[in-house]
């Protein structure tokens, strides 16, 4: 790629990460009040810090294979879903509420299938379990509608010469998972002072 090219891809990716960022919403879900009783608590995790917004590069890699017996493979997964600490679930409000974050159900869901398609006899295998996340994968994805353009066509792209795609501008998922991780010791805290 020519130097040009490189400084209009610097220029555009600031761009991209300046215009998601003007677009975060001006009422945080911290600031309101919420009983956690019923349907009333906030749609997103009400996160103390501002999320920043991070970019990634995405490409083909070799983890997270589809090789059962793999003992790298298996511990992936395994981190993966065991990640963080909690499983996807946090506690919010004053009587703690159990509420799970939708990221962590969507990779939930990739990690199931990920396990059917490596071992069809394991118990959460079935039909019901898989169909199941393919719904909530697939209205997941319409939910948030990625707008982001990807350069060629991926259906012609050769995987194993091209390994590198698009870098992208997405939230910081690493935070989020902290946030998550703090809430859930507090939560631990809380029902060992409980008990």
Do not use: K
């Amino acid at each position: 790629m020519s130097l040009f090219g490189w400084i209009f891809l610097a220029v555009f990716n600031i761009s991209l990460l300046l215009y998601r960022h003007a677009q975060v919403n001006v009422w945080s879900p911290s600031e309101l009040p919420y009983t956690y009783i019923g349907d009333d608590y906030p749609i997103e995790l009400p996160i103390a810090q501002q999320l920043d917004l991070v970019a990634m590069t995405l490409q083909e890699t070799t983890h997270y294979s589809l090789n059962a017996s793999d003992p790298i493979t298996s511990a992936e997964w395994f981190t993966l879903m065991n990640n963080p600490y909690g499983f996807g679930r946090v506690n919010l409000g004053s009587n703690h509420r159990l509420l799970t974050v939708v990221f962590w159900h969507q990779m939930h869901c990739i990690s199931e299938m990920a396990r059917a398609i490596m071992n069809r006899s394991h118990p959460e295998a079935v039909r019901g379990h898989i169909q199941h996340c393919l719904n909530y994968l697939r209205q997941s994805f319409l939910c948030d509608a990625d707008y982001m353009l990807e350069a060629g066509d991926f259906m012609e792209r050769d995987f194993e010469r091209e390994r590198v795609a698009d870098t992208r501008v997405c939230r910081n998922w690493e935070a989020v998972m902290q946030d998550m991780e703090h809430r859930m010791e507090v939560s631990v805290e809380w029902r060992t002072l409980m008990a």
